[in-house]
């Protein structure tokens, strides 16, 4: 698949990633609420590291730089 997501887009989602890991793993968020916060920034791992976010698709969001011909 095309991938739809710009550098900038993939550091914010790693940013926000690991501070969600900190947080859960310092037990400042804890429960149903720090598992789904940690899965949450699991996705944002991964769809940083593809390059791709599904939920973009839909709308015709697309982040990266256009290339010049």
Same mark, same amino acid.
Request: proline share 5%; aromatic share 10%; glycine share 10%.
């Given at each position: 698949m095309k991938k739809n997501m710009g550098s900038a887009d993939k550091i914010v989602r790693l940013v926000i990633a690991a501070i969600i890991a900190i947080l859960y793993?310092?037990?400042?968020?804890?429960? !149903?609420?720090? &598992?789904? %916060?940690?899965? +949450?920034?699991?996705? #944002?791992?991964? !769809?940083?590291? &593809?390059? %791709?976010?599904? +939920?973009?698709?839909? #709308?015709?969001?697309?982040?990266c730089k256009l290339k010049k011909n």
């Open positions: 793993f310092t037990n400042t968020i804890t429960g !149903t609420l720090g &598992i789904v %916060l940690l899965v +949450l920034a699991a996705v #944002f791992v991964l !769809t940083s590291l &593809i390059g %791709l976010c599904p +939920l973009y698709l839909p #709308f015709g969001i697309n982040t």
